[in-house]
């Protein structure tokens, strides 16, 4: 452990990824500790400890803002409204025709894309940090707040949000792994001290049987996400201006989980979506809390089933079966016993179908599975969100594909990789 450790050290440019990486998340860390004007934190603390988020469907957004939506500081909406705006432009690039073409544009469409991104992300935070501003502001929260205070809450969240959003995309480009992952990864791990001490004060079945949950947990994650579906692949010889290029064999690794753990955030995010309607009206929140509680059975399937459905449009993203086959063609690849084209692109299909459905099966079990687990031997609210199936898929995947992208690195300077 310690040998590829030193490794990574060594070279010059991970050194400054990691570097970079880390005081990105370390300035995050501070910020979510940093109030928005005008709070009483007092009352903010009363309405959260005395129901207001316990148990509720704020529970879970204050776990994905890093405890800053239970400060409500200036990251308090965390970066949930990035992660919405792209879930609807990915629907959107598939049902209308001009985002799909911008898609097939390559860097110049994408970059095009991302903008309307940012754009729908400032509009959604803006949203949502109205709907706060009010429900706190009903609850007691901000009991002094006038028209321009309001405002200035308002324009200090979504300008919160909006400098999330550039430092995820500061660590995509400068750091290590996917920027956006890394900041609900971080935030997950802040709420884990409290986790773990909410299961060394628990009961004793709690203490006994939650370190084998999550070593199962961990350990399924892995041996799924790690497990590939091989397809060989065949390679002509073809003819490059004087030269002729001999040909080869190699293979396709497709995953069993090729969606990751997105479909995880984006059904968090989806969830989350009626919470910030019910801010706008109290009672509503309060119908939210009584029956779509994240504990509550239909929170859980609602959960489970939008995993599964977001697990086979994120593979159809990542994964177009049909520009695959015309790839391999184009550069003189085929599958052995399989005809290049058409029949390519149905094979591809029929073995993406066949690995998404236990992948999507999987990723829903483990994030359900553990919670119902939880609840039935009572443990407490803390455990429940810091140490549960979703908070532990999410965790570990995102360290999984972090080291992937490290393993590159060193594998490209002839370091011996992390992963075995």
Known sequence: MFSWLSNAWRVPE???????????????RLGSWVPAPGVNQTALAQFFGHGGGSGGVLQLLNLFSGSALSRFSLFALGIMP??????????LAVAVPSLERLQKE?????????????YLTVVLAAAQSIGYAFLFK????????????????VLTLTGGTTLLMWMGEQITK???????SLLIFASILAYAPAGISGWINGGTSARLFFPLVALGIVVSVVFVMEGQRRIPIQYARRQLGNRQTSGGSTYMPLSVVMAGVIPIIFAAAILAVPQT????????NIWLTRN?????????????????MMTYFYTSVVFNPVDQADNLRK????????????????YFDRVLNRLTFPGALFLASVAVAPSIFIAQFHFNQATYRALGGTSVLIVVGVALQTMRQMESQMVMRHYEGFLR
């Open 331 to 346: 550069y003189n690849g085929y599958i052995p016993g399989i005809r290049p084209g058409p029949p390519t692109a149905a």
């Open 174 to 180: 400068r750091g290590i792994g996917n920027g956006i």
């Open 14 to 28: 991970l050194r400054r990824r990691l570097l970079f990486t880390a005081g990105v998340l370390a300035v995050y």
């Open 292 to 308: 779509f509680s994240p504990t509550g059975w239909k929170y859980l399937l609602a959960e489970a089933l939008l995993i599964i």
């Open 82 to 91: 990035y992660v919405t705006a792209s879930i609807i432009f990915q629907v």
């Open 277 to 284: 309607l019910g801010s706008f009206k109290p009672s509503w």
């Open 138 to 153: 009903q609850s007691g929260v901000l009991q002094t707040a006038n028209t321009g205070r309001m405002m200035i809450i």
């Open 106 to 118: 390559g860097e110049a469409g994408y970059a095009k894309i991302t903008q309307y991104t940012r």
